[in-house]
């Protein structure tokens, strides 16, 4: 039976996180740079419609959520709101989570 124990500390969560990944990827011998470079969720931007927060949660009008219902109109006004801040043509990906149709 083998135990092993690693305590990191750093500057900041980011910093310290890649802290840690650095010492369990040499400890295992991987390297993560292959899997990187196929990974469209890490080399492009993405947007996400999650549990449908963003889309509704109130404070979020700036990038045309927050409205009272979460339908098409709302992605159209995401849509629009990504569009006039010079971002649409940087996301490469659109998901659609199951809460967003009805599935029948």
């Given at each position: 039976f083998l135990h092993r124990t690693i305590l990191v500390a750093g500057q900041g969560i980011t910093a310290t996180l890649d802290k840690w990944g650095h010492f369990m990827r040499a400890?295992?011998?991987?390297n993560r740079k292959p899997f990187l470079d196929?990974?469209?969720?890490?080399?492009?931007?993405?947007?996400?419609t999650d549990n449908g927060a963003y889309l509704s949660g109130g404070s979020w009008n700036g990038t045309g959520g927050g409205g009272k219902y979460?339908?098409?109109e709302s992605f159209l006004q995401v849509t629009k709101g990504l569009r006039d801040q010079g971002l649409l043509k940087a996301v490469k990906i659109w998901q659609l989570d199951d809460w967003w149709y009805s599935g029948k």
């Open positions: 400890s295992h011998k991987t196929l990974d469209k969720n890490v080399n492009w931007l993405s947007y996400w979460v339908n098409e």
